[in-house]
């Protein structure tokens, strides 16, 4: 169109349509500029989004890789932790053992020494009872039947004293022998041979599960200590009674007798212990009954007041 306009001489209409022909070719320019501009700015904007996505999987990789390994080193530290405490848990039960070994290889011969000591002791007591019952027959004066009787007190003292540590170191050595124990029945059976004037109640008793040697031993020292030392009263009274629970069945034995302060209740179950030296006795019998009803896996008590009695007691687990 531009060169039939310069053929036919009209240079004006040709520098027109050549103006706008290039102004058409600068907004084509312009638009396809724009286009790649725009282009450029999506692909940018893609691409700086897959970076930040990049960067982000980056930052998420380094955080799983720092928390794996601070698991693992969590994970080792408790084992090395584990591994610390079991080999402490061993060395402290070997200790364990090693201290129950040396404690049950001196409790035995303590056993054997104490049985030893009591038995070898018999045969001089014999001889001075001998001695002192061949003294009564050569018609002693008076002074010294009085000494006789201040001996023959104090021998029969160290024969109960005998008698009593051998009984306990039978006890320690013996083995349980259980088997149901009628207690109503063995308590009568007892108390049949215990001629007391003291009147004696005795609740109904329970039917237990116990080594019936020992058992009889402990109602024998109950009653027997029951006895003595309510035997001063006016009217002397003793009860027995039991209660039962789900896990055990608790027996006590109660007086009107001497009593004594509970502050010292403790004492009474010690080798010796005792609270009334007027009364005669040797301070064993209350230990065995502690140590039966242990060896039963037991507990003793005592309670009692100054001159208004005294309650023993002891629980049998079930």
Known sequence: MIKCAENLKDYKYAFRLQLASQALNDSLDLIENKQMAEELTV???????DAQLANQEIELLTRRQQLTQTALLGTLSILIIGVAFVFYRWQHSQRIKQIESDFEQTAKQLQSFNYSVSHDLRQP???IEYAL??????????????????????????KGIIEGLLDLSSIERSRLVLA?????????DVLEQMPTHATITIDSLPIVKADVRL?????VNLLSNAIKYSDQQAEPHIQICATQTINKVSFEVSDNGLGFDDQFGDKLFQLFGRLHPQVEGVGIGLLIVKKI????GGKVYASGKPHLGAKFGFDLPT
Request: hydrophobic share 35%; glycine share 2%; no cysteine.
């Open 125 to 127: 007591i014999y001889g």
């Open 293 to 296: 009803v242990e060896k039963h």
């Open 215 to 219: 058992l009889r031993q402990v109602f």
């Open 43 to 49: 692909k940018y904007e893609t691409e700086k989004k």
């Open 133 to 158: 019952k061949q003294l009564h027959r050569t018609d002693p004066a008076p002074n010294q039947i009085h000494l006789l009787a201040q001996a023959n007190k104090s021998v029969n003292n160290m």
């Open 180 to 188: 149901e124990v009628n207690t109503e029945l063995l308590i009568k």
